[in-house]
């Protein structure tokens, strides 16, 4: 099963309030990569941003640093089993996942061959690591500027049917259906495909759990933009790639479900001011902080103004009514 030529590197950006979802993203991707016999390949990376300049814990610092070493006994515990990992923590400045991916781009398209953005509500299939080698085996001469995307749940209109898993697609979309799954679920799912369907999209589509880039992709300059600072950095991305190498190859693995698990009850644990509402509705809970919609209404903007060339970007001193 070993293949050593693709190297790959995963991201994933932690904020303090994940703390409890993150274990099944971890255990996920461990199963990946235990699957491909390729643990020497892949390098796991982290960022544990810790700062509370916009959410804020709701408790003790003492019960706050408890939290957060939860964290630091998962890294170690990934270290001590042998696999590669590399991890950062953030505090004094904002960071956000526009910032993290940015970063995360910009430092392994350098030391790896495939880039993914991983996420803590991600769930990774077990066939991932395998086919993503064997798949830029194949086109790393031909195209070695692509992009990939594993099939999703049901999304919400006819322009995600593309990404849609087989068992999916024809399937009405209600909201809250798509939102969890476990892993046994997916990889039940999973299980039942014996051979890839492998579509080549005629335009991009994805969003950014699970995003797949060849290294070359961002060496060539397509990056997220400086001018994203807190959300559409998947948006920004996919501009950006069209705006430089034009329509490269996506390459849409169908029949292998990746989950993304949006409405998770542990996406946001022990915020302030977020009690008492249901914790599935991730939307109404940041609505809950005045920053949220100016720092969500600045960005897209910022992205509906990415090339315009009259147009100043908004950002963070913005959202706070800063000099």
């Not at 643990?39 to 941003?49: G, V």
């Not at 070493?69 to 960071?95: T, V």
């Not at 995600?160 to 798509?178: A, N, Q, R, S």
């Not at 990746?258 to 302030?272: A, D, I, S, T």
């Amino acid at each position: 099963m070993k293949n050593t030529k693709t190297k790959f590197a995963i991201g994933c950006l932690v904020q303090w309030y994940e703390i409890k979802i993150i274990e099944e993203y971890i255990n996920s991707v461990k199963l990946a990569i235990e699957y491909s016999e390729m643990k020497e390949n892949i390098i796991l990376d982290f960022a544990f941003y810790k700062g509370q300049q916009l959410e804020k814990f709701d408790g003790t610092t003492a019960e706050f640093e408890r939290l957060c070493s939860k964290f630091e006994k998962m890294m170690r515990s990934l270290k001590e089993d042998g696999y590669h990992i590399k991890n950062k923590y953030h505090e004094s400045k904002i960071h956000s996942i526009a910032d993290y991916r940015r970063e995360f781009n910009d430092k392994y398209c350098e030391e790896v061959d495939v880039l993914i953005w991983g996420e803590t509500d991600m769930l990774a299939p077990r066939q991932m690591f395998i086919v993503l080698n064997n798949l830029h085996q194949q086109v790393k001469n031909e195209n070695p500027k692509y992009l990939s995307f594993f099939s999703t749940c049901k999304m919400w209109d006819d322009s995600w049917k593309i990404l849609e898993h087989p068992d999916f697609t024809d399937k009405p979309f209600i909201e809250g259906d798509m939102e969890t799954m476990s892993q046994e679920e997916m990889d039940a799912i999973n299980e039942k495909t014996s051979e890839l369907q492998i579509l080549v999209s005629p335009h991009h589509k994805f969003n950014g759990c699970g995003l797949v880039i060849s290294s070359e992709v961002v060496k060539a300059g397509a990056n997220i933009p400086r001018g994203m600072f807190f959300v559409h950095e998947d948006s920004s991305f996919m501009y950006m790639t069209n705006k430089i190498l034009g329509n490269i190859p996506q390459y849409i693995i169908k029949n292998i479900l990746l989950v993304h698990n949006r409405k998770h009850f542990g996406k946001r644990y022990m915020v302030k001011g977020e009690n008492g509402i249901d914790p599935t509705n991730t939307g109404l809970l940041r609505r809950q902080h005045n920053w949220y919609q100016s720092a969500y209404d600045y960005s897209t903007e910022n992205l509906n103004n990415l090339f315009n060339p009259g147009y100043k970007f908004y950002n963070w001193k913005d959202v706070f009514n800063e000099e």
